[in-house]
């Protein structure tokens, strides 16, 4: 036997030994090892109460408003030209200024000007001395004409020229005052009360009346405007309460809220209504005065407008997180038996975190703020406080 196991190959010795190992681990394996105990399944926690924050349905004045971008505009926005040529000889404004009307902005020297006042005053002295020997010498005519002194066609001659000095001295009495005038224009005062932009023009430089940039800008910051528009769909709420307003003697207040619409900037009302409504848009454009003594707001500013329009006193309101919106139409989850029911809901205005319901829901009654994604009609469900 030996000699037999001696003639097999050393590859059918390696053969052997791994069938040796293969039933081994049959043997432990079937015989051997116990088996594992079974571990009940993982509990399913959508089959559980579904934990749930409500609130509960108040009934409270809310503001009836309308949103809109809007853009704040001065009143009135003046570039101060120089309405007499010269050399710039002083500024007397500091850039960014708050100013009057009527305060003197700049000098330009006034030597021509004075110059030709000058010869306006000598030339009307003049005319006015001419005018005077021509009325005594006038009224010596009209004694001699009586007396058959002089021939008629003297004195009508006399009288001529003295209609013909009159007539000169308006026009040199005219050329005067506008050299008076011309000489006031070298005193530049504000037009209008507001603030004062950059300064454009250095002292030392020659102006010109034609200069399109002009000196300094003023814009009229106290009260001014903010102008937005609304859509046309709305145009008829706007109007009737626009139309309300004035029959009351009032207006529709305005408030502009900043780009984040978390911070008021400003209270003002509506002055105004476009009269027709752009047809490339389809929008109406309004406007809207503000004191704006704090100046919150500044010319060209981008801010929120909200037009408020009535106040619904007393409506029922909800938070409009609440809200679903599905395929019938706006719903909420209320909480009936310690279970969700879904409840169809008739949604009015909104007013920043809430909004009105019209139908569907009473004073006191419990909605679903927080849990919505994992509710369906019947529910269970457990309040959290």
Avoid: C
Wanted: no cysteine; charged share 25%.
């Amino acid at each position: 036997m030996f000699a037999s196991v001696n003639r097999l190959s050393r590859g059918q010795r390696w053969l052997a030994a791994i069938a040796v190992v293969l039933v081994l681990l049959l043997v432990w394996f079937f015989g051997v090892r116990k088996p594992a105990e079974k571990l009940p399944p993982p509990p399913n926690p959508w089959m559980g109460p579904t934990p749930v924050h409500v609130v509960k349905a108040t009934k409270e004045d809310l503001k009836v408003h309308i949103k809109a971008i809007g853009n704040v505009a001065p009143l009135n926005t003046v570039t101060v030209r120089s309405r007499a040529d010269g050399q710039l000889l002083r500024v007397l404004f500091e850039e960014g200024q708050q100013v009057k009307a009527g305060e003197l902005l700049a000098e330009i020297d006034p030597a021509t000007y004075k110059v030709q006042l000058d010869q306006a005053e000598g030339t009307l002295q003049e005319t006015r001395a001419q005018l005077k020997n021509a009325e005594e010498d006038l009224r010596l005519y009209e004694q001699l004409l009586t007396k058959n002194s002089i021939a008629k066609q003297q004195y009508d001659k006399q009288v001529s020229l003295v209609e013909q000095l009159r007539g000169t001295l308006k026009n040199h009495t005219a050329q005067l005052d506008d050299a008076r005038l011309q000489l006031s224009y070298t005193r530049i005062t504000a037009p209008i009360t507001g603030r004062l932009g950059l300064r454009r023009v250095d002292v030392g430089n020659l102006v010109k009346t034609g200069d399109a940039n002009g000196l300094v800008t003023i814009t009229q910051t106290q009260p001014i405007a903010v102008s937005f528009t609304i859509p046309e769909n709305q145009l008829v709420a706007v109007r009737g309460a626009y139309l309300a307003a004035e029959k009351a003697s009032t207006a529709l207040p305005v408030e502009a809220w900043d780009r984040t619409e978390q911070s008021l900037l400003a209270t003002g009302k509506l002055t105004t209504l476009d009269n027709q409504i752009d047809t490339a848009t389809g929008t109406l454009r309004l406007k809207a005065q503000f004191d704006n003594t704090d100046d919150s707001l500044f010319p060209n500013q981008f801010v929120n407008a909200r037009l408020h329009l009535s106040t619904l006193d007393g409506a029922v309101t909800i938070p409009i997180d609440a809200v679903q919106y599905g395929s019938k139409g706006t719903y909420v989850y209320v909480i009936e038996e310690g279970k969700a029911k879904i409840r169809p809901i008739k949604l009015g205005s909104l007013e920043g975190p809430r909004t009105s319901v019209l139908e569907g829901l009473t004073e006191g009654e419990q909605v679903v703020l927080e849990g919505i994604d994992r509710l369906w009609e019947g529910k269970e469900v457990k309040v959290m406080e």
